[in-house]
């Protein structure tokens, strides 16, 4: 016993007097099996990893299939009422302002992507390696992918490069000009094509084509017709593209990744997913929302009847171009056609119904994701096709006054469509090709206002206001409330 | 008066007999209400040893010299009592209650008598927490102890509260330090811990709860489970109640005859097709009245206590059974509970405290409070459709995609929860003298969490976001592994164990002294050092067999070739490292000082600001003890001051670290590739939050019967850590991704409590105890991040406006939306208001122009402003307990005033079932100013404005209870000590204007708080109970 009392009073007292440098060693506790941000880019599996975390977030790119697509003539915004997704309402009817959940998400989605991107090019020192450029190439490529989406929307936008910024700096970032980030996006396409393979290693990796084709949009989008013209015509002599015979099978899971595609935003629907965090996805979100509300009949599968396409544009094809009906579902005329028609049934949302769905990008069955099935489509977002190459390229070559050049670009889209040459008289006929090429795509409002037609076809249009988003007004206030808004907002 | 002079003849004659003679002397001890006191030490004065009172307060005592001894009679809580023998043999003693004021309380590392007490600290007694009859001692506490605000966060069994002491400090954490017997608990881990196991629960409320540092700014409370008494025969106790729950409030929706009409009109009003050819739909389904049940809850207890010369043992047994008044046993909270208190004597200086606390709790839930929850999907069901369709399926009320059938929803939903937790105390007290002891200690916390999610393959109806199957035929939807490779998915199970150890050892030496009669020094001085580890392992199985929760284990999957199975893990540690030191100094016990130091080194922070030093400064004047207080009714006065530093560390570990645990993953080749991305940014700076808080407080006693204390405090928090909303450009808003844990904006709370407390015990057969308490506070944001107006909170409705914030001058989450005035009842009225709503119609909002400008803008704040907040103004407790005879009832009010609620529970979809109050809606002109008109175009009237913001205000009978105690002579006879009986009923009426379930509405998040989502509502509870002791 006496042993025991003087043991106990010994070991208090020890503790009792514990000594700093102990005290030190015992709180300074490391995150168990946990990787640092700081030691980070070790290997080349590191850097492998983190470029796969900045690929990650194109997958945000379903919201420019919505938005380029809702703002426009194209489509309106659907869905189950005008309470469903009011944002994408307020952008249909073009009363959109600086309180927007869809416009922040692309504010905020497309930052973190670059944002990733910079966080390997500030770590691209660390260590050498085989391989190491290409993957210095595919994190500028995605960085100048993030930034156009941003510049697009937005104008002037805060440049940010190779490095990560804090709390305290974000305070003191004022806007750029949109001619400085149109640089820098230049400036890395450039040094991007001239590392990245023409052939992706594995699908759904940016290649060479891939980045000359955007620097090609980048240089349209400037009005530099020339460089867009030099570039465009690299990326067709190249050879590696080349259209596929049938536009109708062009949207299919099954004929992704083929030898039109340029650059796909990958999609899987492998994994399950649930509303609350879209982003946090691997399936394509925008095909569930705008498949057939409540539907339950053949070929298709349910959806929100989100974003669904005007008569105006049904109108504007021909009757001859087989292209309308790959756009565009005309649901009642579907419905006839099948041999129960009495039994398939479907519901108008009270967000609007026009008869008419996104026929390229719809929730189809046997190409349906793990619950909510909704919200994992497997199907790509294809966000550049040859065709697209083609038409930018006939519009430069066309505004270069190489008008014959321009035609025979029309005209070979065109023809793998199944219609009849046009000659191309006016560079009107060129916007018109592109609606009819390339519409549900997510293009045609950014197309309008590029090509500054956006008031002649978009209701409620103001010109000088809406050829630019708002800066979401929460983002405006975090940063100190420094920036200027964009004009007429 | 013969029979008296008789009586003390016989005395005398006694005494003269009985001289030098040893004897034994009998006799009962009993308490002012002429109950026997169980327990009382009674001993020969200048004799160590002594004897105790049985469970009738009888005690028995061999005297040697009955003439010239002098009994002492000591119980813990009372009077001492020093009685001449005289030479009696047989001796009744009543023992009178300590006032307040000599109550011993627990100030950490050390009790003092209250007397004594410079901070401000309230004591609640157990009987008064295990009288409530609720499975958690939070709900409990409710209303007990002023300047804590306790608010319900879920109705539902097992469901928490959350705990503010003096109000809200900071935008995260703001539980309180809860230590029981000295073991850290948190706020979901109170469930482990049944409530009649408890003495007793003491709140440190002010900045002498500084003696725990870092950990202390929002408050710590203390409780302690029951012990044993030296020298007494072991006492049985056997307790229970059994009751019947319902709801306690059910809401006034639209019949089905009047949803046709609206929806009527609605669709009309919209241009659209009227969905209703037939309106004469009679009342319909009364959801409610399926998704309501009542249900069973019992508790039993059962304990024996007692000790011998230098041993004292209290060893219970408890079993807890709680169904939900929704979902039943589907909601379900169950306890059962074991605890050992033991004390000895090793040696004449050495004593053991060994406390062991084991505890297994299981909870099944279903959805509450959010979109999607039960009771959301049961206010917004369709009253036209029934429950069933006529061949047996669940109806599915297909026409909006995020209300699904409740009743089907209760039935798919499994969801369980177990925990077996041990806590545990050895505690070695080594007396060198009568001065100084010292103190060493090891505390263990040991708790296995086991989680399990069920989820067959359900079918809701055509696009219903909650389908798991794909198709009403309940086919599983297959998954293509690889071209041409398809499985089935199948139901999945989710599992989840994980493991949380604490550990905590104490060194502390306690010195006490008196010297010159007057002058006394107590010190305190000690290390703590605390280690929590926590690890889990969690897994997801497809392909349960049958669909069947009778295989719902991962062991059961026939995933083939384990594939779509998938796991996750994770593991943390946390360490404290504190050393703390004490010093009090009182002369003639009229004026004392205090004064505490501590210096906590915290794991949470980087090395930039690991170590922290909290200072607390107290004294105290016992101004009733001066000559020159002369004041006859005031028996006890006592003025308080205290100010001082304490911390708080609550924010996730390693949150100064950036860490790449954000989602980084893309499809390349077809295949799920996993990267890694940034999850949250690093903050090396990052330091704990410091609370500066300044207390004064008076004690008074009137007339002996009237205790009341109050208490004035002024509580800053500076620092406050938190990850709010910050700008996208630094890029952390991706998947997994979160804002950084920074140090910025402060808050002040101010407030007054009042405490009184009296107590009648005039006659033999009558007594009353009345305790009354109010508290105001006013919460204040004095200072937000820098470059930032505000901090948006909770949001409106489905994807809609930010309805609660963060910003300076205003209480913490005030509500901020479009004051509205009325409606629009004419279109000319729209004209002439001067005012342009754009979109206005007739019979819409009429919004409240703010800034004057002559436009209501709709795309930035400036037409919002202040509409309320979650915080109450004033809040009251009120509990009675009267006694007369053998009757006993009792009481307790709980009131809270001037907070409010945003109403949030509605869907705002065409088809969604509306409140009764949409029968009054508007029309045409004049019909109504109150409602506005139902349409299906777009309005501005679903906007967050003051239409959708309640008065939350309530008064709630939270418990009353009448009891019957049998005569102690008829039942000594079948030699039981007592017996009591009693009906009791909890939340038996509610005073209140709020629409929604239940009006008592916490949220553990300072930005969510009053914001309804369908509330699960508190049960309005009846109950019996018995109370036996042999």
């Known amino acids: 016993m006496r042993l025991f009392q003087k043991s106990l009073i010994l070991t208090g007292l020890i503790i009792l007097s514990l000594s700093q440098t102990a005290c030190d060693k015992f709180l300074s506790v490391d995150p168990p099996y946990t990787q640092d941000v700081e030691n980070f880019f070790q290997t080349p599996e590191d850097f492998d990893r983190a470029l796969t975390g900045a690929y990650d977030m194109l997958q945000a790119s379903f919201l420019t299939m919505w938005i380029g697509e809702i703002a426009s003539d194209n489509a309106i915004a659907g869905g189950e009422s005008v309470n469903d997704s009011p944002g994408l309402h307020q952008i249909d009817n073009m009363t959109h302002g600086g309180v927007n959940v869809e416009l922040r998400n692309v504010f905020r989605w497309n930052y973190t992507g670059l944002t990733r991107a910079n966080y390997i090019l500030e770590n691209k020192d660390n260590i050498d390696f085989p391989g190491k450029a290409h993957i210095i190439a595919e994190a500028k490529f995605l960085r100048a992918y993030y930034y156009f989406e941003l510049v697009k929307y937005f104008g002037d936008v805060p440049l940010i490069i190779d490095k990560r910024i804090g709390i305290e700096e974000a305070l003191q970032i004022a806007r750029s000009p949109k001619a400085e980030v149109y640089a820098q996006i230049e400036k890395d396409l450039k040094d991007a094509s001239e590392v990245l393979n023409p052939v992706a290693s594995q699908k759904g990796r940016a290649t060479k084509g891939a980045a000359l084709s955007f620097l090609g949009k980048v240089y349209l989008y400037q009005n530099k017709f020339t460089e867009a013209a030099a570039t465009l015509d690299e990326v067709i002599a190249s050879g590696s593209y080349s259209l596929t015979p049938s536009y109708v099978d062009l949207f299919s899971v099954a004929n992704e990744n083929n030898s039109e595609t340029v650059f796909d935003v990958q999609y899987t629907g492998l994994e399950g997913g649930s509303y609350g965090c879209l982003i946090c996805l691997e399936g394509n979100a925008a095909v569930g929302f705008q498949g057939i509300r409540q539907y339950n009949g053949p070929v298709y599968g349910d959806g929100n009847s989100y974003n669904l396409p005007t008569q105006e544009l049904y109108d504007a094809f021909s009757s001859i171009d087989g292209r309308r009906a790959a756009t565009i579902l005309d649901i009642d005329a579907f419905i006839a056609t099948q041999p129960n028609p009495a039994s398939i049934t479907y519901a108008v949302g009270a967000g609007g119904h026009t008869g008419f769905y996104n026929n390229k990008y719809i929730k189809r069955q046997g190409e349906i994701g793990l619950p909510d099935n909704d919200l994992t489509s497997p199907v790509n977002y294809r966000v550049m096709r040859y065709s697209d190459v083609l038409l930018m390229a006939a519009e430069a070559h066309y505004q270069l006054g190489q008008t014959s050049t321009a035609q025979q670009l029309v005209n070979q889209v065109r023809g793998r469509a199944g219609v009849p040459g046009i000659p191309v008289n006016s560079i009107e006929v060129i916007y018109k090709e592109r609606r009819f090429e390339l519409s549900g795509e997510g293009l045609r409002f950014f197309d309008l206002v590029r090509t500054g037609q956006a008031a002649t076809y978009i209701d409620g249009f103001v010109t000088g206001k809406h050829e630019l988003f708002p800066i979401p007004q929460v983002e405006i206030d975090l940063t100190g409330g420094n920036w200027s808004q964009n004009p007429g907002y | ?1030």
């Open chain 2, 1 to 1030: 008066m013969i029979k008296k002079l008789f009586i003390q003849l016989l005395f005398i004659g006694i005494s003269g007999f009985a001289f030098s003679q040893e004897m034994s002397v009998t006799g009962f001890v009993k308490s002012e209400q002429n109950v026997g006191l169980p327990f009382v030490k009674v001993q020969v004065k200048g004799v160590t040893t002594g004897v105790t009172t049985d469970g009738t307060g009888f005690y028995r005592l061999k005297v040697s010299d009955a003439a010239n001894s002098t009994l002492l009679f000591s119980l813990t809580g009372y009077e001492k009592q020093e009685v001449k023998l005289n030479g009696r043999s047989t001796l009744d003693i009543i023992l009178v209650e300590l006032v307040n004021n000599q109550q011993e309380v627990i100030v950490g590392y050390g009790t003092a008598k209250s007397k004594e007490v410079t901070g401000a600290t309230s004591k609640v007694n157990g009987e008064n927490i295990e009288k409530m009859s609720v499975a958690r001692v939070d709900q409990a506490l409710q209303g007990q102890v002023a300047g804590v605000n306790i608010a319900t966060n879920s109705g539902s069994p097992g469901g928490s509260s959350n705990i503010r002491i003096r109000g809200l400090s900071t935008f995260g954490d703001n539980d309180p330090l809860i230590l029981v017997d000295g073991v850290v608990y948190d706020s979901e881990g109170l469930n482990a811990l049944n409530p009649s196991d408890i003495k007793s629960i003491n709140v440190l409320k002010d900045a002498t709860a500084g003696i725990y540092g870092v950990r202390a700014a929002n408050g710590v409370i203390i409780v302690e489970t029951k012990k044993g008494n030296i020298n007494s025969k072991p006492q049985v106790e056997y307790n229970a109640y059994w009751g019947q729950q319902q709801t306690s409030r059910k809401l006034d929706l639209l019949s089905a005859q009047e949803y046709a009409v609206i929806k009527n009109e609605m669709f009309a009003m919209g241009g659209q097709d009227m969905p209703f050819n037939n309106t004469n739909l009679g009342i319909g389904t009364p959801w409610q009245d399926s998704v309501f049940q009542t249900a069973p809850i019992q508790s039993h207890n059962l304990s024996i206590s007692g000790g011998t010369m230098n041993t004292r043992y209290s060893i219970a047994l408890g079993y807890f059974n709680q169904d939900g008044i929704v979902g039943g046993p589907k909601s379900n909270f169950s306890r059962y509970n074991a605890r050992l208190n033991f004390s000895t004597d090793m040696s004449s200086k050495l004593k053991l405290n060994s406390v062991l606390l084991y505890s297994n709790d299981a909870r099944s839930t279903l959805p509450e409070n959010g979109i999607g929850s039960v009771l959301y999907n049961t206010i917004n069901a369709f009253p036209n459709v029934p429950i069933r369709k006529p061949n047996g399926q669940f109806s599915y009320m297909e026409e909006v995609s995020d209300i699904i059938n409740p009743i089907a929803q209760m039935q798919n939903q499994y969801n369980w929860n177990t925990a077996n937790k041990i806590v545990g105390k050895e505690e070695f007290i080594y007396e060198f003298n009568d001065h100084l002891s010292f103190t060493n200690r090891v505390n263990y916390n040991v708790a296995f969490v086991d989680g399990k999610v069920f989820s067959p393959l359900v079918w809701y109806g055509d696009g219903k976001y909650a389908n798991t199957a794909i198709n009403d035929d309940l086919e599983s939807p297959t998954v293509e592994l690889a071209p041409g490779v398809e499985i089935n998915r199948g139901a999945a199970v989710y599992e989840e164990r994980s493991t949380f150890v604490d550990l905590t050892y104490e060194s502390f030496l306690n010195y006490e002294k008196t010297f010159a009669e007057n002058h006394k020094i107590k010190g305190t001085a000690g290390v703590s050092i605390f280690q929590r580890e926590g690890s889990s392992l969690n897994g997801t199985a497809f392909g349960i067999p049958n669909n069947s929760v009778a295989y719902a284990d991962i062991s059961a999957n026939t995933a083939q070739g384990g594939y779509l199975n998938n796991v996750g893990s994770w593991e943390f540690t946390e360490r404290l490292v504190s050393s703390f030191l004490r010093a009090e100094y009182s002369f003639k016990e009229k004026y004392m000082f205090s004064g505490i130091v501590r210096r906590d080194g915290s794991s949470k922070f980087g090395a930039n600001s690991r170590y922290g030093i909290f200072p607390t400064a107290s004294a105290g004047w016992l101004l009733s003890e001066e000559s020159f207080f002369k004041v006859k009714f005031i028996d006890y006065a006592k003025l308080r001051i205290s100010y001082g530093v304490s911390g708080n560390d609550q924010i996730p570990n390693f949150a100064y670290r950036g860490l790449l645990n954000g989602e980084g993953v893309y499809v390349f080749d077809d295949l799920i590739t996993q990267g890694v991305a940034i999850g949250r940014p690093s903050n090396p700076d990052l330091k704990w939050e410091t609370t500066r808080q300044l207390n004064i407080g008076a004690d008074f006693t009137f007339w002996k019967k009237l205790d009341f204390t109050t208490n004035y405090f002024i509580k800053n928090t500076f620092d406050l850590l938190f990850q709010p909303d910050v700008t996208a450009i630094i890029g952390s808003y991706g998947p997994g991704g979160y804002p950084p844990v920074i140090n910025a904006g402060n808050v002040s709370n101010k407030g007054v409590e009042l405490e009184f407390a009296y107590h009648l015990r005039k006659k033999k057969d009558f007594s009353t105890d009345l305790n009354f308490n109010v508290t105001t506070i006013t919460n204040k944001v004095t200072k937000v991040p820098d470059g930032v107006d505000y901090i948006p909170g909770a949001g409106f409705s489905v994807g809609g406006d930010i309805a609660t914030r963060f910003q300076e001058g205003y209480e913490i989450g005030y509500f901020f939306g479009y004051e509205t005035a009325g409606i629009y009842q004419t279109q000319a009225e729209i004209d002439a208001s001067g005012v342009v709503q754009d979109g206005a119609k007739p019979g819409d909002l009429i919004f409240v122009d703010q800034n004057g400008d002559g436009v209501i803008n709709f795309n930035n704040d400036s037409d919002k402003t202040y509409l309320g907040s979650a915080i109450p103004d004033f809040t009251f407790g009120f509990s009675f307990n009267v006694r007369y005879k053998a009757f006993d009832l009792s009481g307790m009010l709980y009131s809270a005033i001037g907070q409010e609620i945003i109403r949030n529970y509605e869907r705002q979809q065409p088809y969604a079932n509306q409140l009764g109050y949409m029968v009054d809606r508007w029309t045409g002109e004049g019909s109504t100013n109150e409602n506005p008109r139902v349409t299906t175009e777009s309005t501005r009237n679903n906007l967050f404005s003051s239409y959708y913001v309640e008065d939350g205000s309530f008064a709630r009978l939270k418990n009353v209870q009448l009891g019957y105690s049998f005569s102690a002579a008829k039942l000594k006879k079948i030699k039981v000590d007592s017996f009591r009986i009693y009906l009791s009923a909890n939340n038996l009426f509610t005073l209140t204007r709020y629409q929604g379930f239940d009006p008592d509405l916490g949220s553990s998040g300072a930005l969510s708080a009053g914001v309804d989502y369908g509330f699960y509502p508190q049960a309005k509870t009846f109950m019996g109970g018995v109370q036996l002791k042999f």
